[in-house]
């Protein structure tokens, strides 16, 4: 069908309008040198690029989050199950190297108090009554324990034997209402028996008002109990209150010994006082107990023994040169025999000779 004359002249200007566009495109220049024409043909193409980056992009994704990790659950499941297993074997591990800690300072503590009868024991339970603070130890009266024997640790006192079976043994805590030892304060050396309160805390009783003390000060065992030594820790002064109403002061005194985590104890055979050190005071104690050798060291008594100038005394056994000048004094007296010819003297025959003068 021809194209009626009026459209065919549009059509021309419309061509010869683009036309000059394009040649104004293909003149101008924008930034950098860049032909305006090549910016139209990058931005008109730019959409169809980020179309298909994006359609590839979510292919990729697609694939990745759900084709490729068809097993991703199954791996994760089992890896939860190792992490807490492996959590599980860490806690024992850290179980047992605390263990073995514990046990190395008790170990270390008895053989630095190789001197004193000492049994470690176990704590192998406690008493159901929350009054009553009691715990069961795995040692009883086939190992030599008896009623009333010290209990200790290596930081401080802990009890005393209260109950004795075969192969057990149930132990009076410090913080128990029934319990008490006699101790006194390390600095003014002042008497008084440390109770139990039922509580974590204990009390110090019959320290008078005029005795100075200090919160920190330390408290030791009097030995005046009959049940520990002397000078072993109890605690240390915690709060101090005067009384109005008393001529005695109110002390609350902290355990020295870690009362509500017993795991191992050691139960003193004897009252032999000795030295109380803790293993974190053995580089300090072992040079005492160095210095102490000396002392015997000093038995320069043994260069006075060795003053043996008492071998020249028995080189001075000249006595046996006695011997000896009387052994030649016998000598003349057997050669006195030799003198028998005497009897000899019979010769005198002569004397029958007188008859014949008759």
Known sequence: ?????????????????????????????????????RVWAIE???????????SVDGARSLWNNYIALRHTREEDDQLRTEVAALRMRNAQLESRAAEADRLAGLLGFRDAHAEVQMLAARVIGASPDRASHMVFISRGSRDGLRRDMGVITPEGVVGKVFAVYPDTSQVLLLTDKESGVGALLGESRAQGPVRGTGEPLLGLEYISNEVKVEPGERILTSGQDRIFPKDLPVGTVLQV???????????????AARLDGLEEVLVLLTRQEFNFRKDADKSVAVPVASAAPPKPAAPATLPKPAAPATP????????????KPAAPVAQPKPEAPATEPKPEAPV???????PDNP
Do not use: N, Y
């Open 1 to 37: 069908m021809p194209i009626p004359s009026r459209h065919r002249s549009l059509t021309l200007f419309a061509a010869a309008i683009a036309a000059q566009i394009l040649l104004l495109a293909l003149q101008i220049r924008r930034g950098q040198q860049v032909r305006l024409i």
């Open 44 to 54: 008109s193409v730019s959409p169809l690029g980020r179309g298909a980056a994006w």
């Open 241 to 255: 209150q005067p009384d109005r109403h008393s001529p005695f002061l109110k002390i609350s005194v902290k355990p």
């Open 312 to 323: 020249p005394k028995p080189a001075a056994p000249t006595p046996p040169p006695k011997p």
């Open 348 to 354: 005198t025959e002569p004397a029958p000779e007188t």
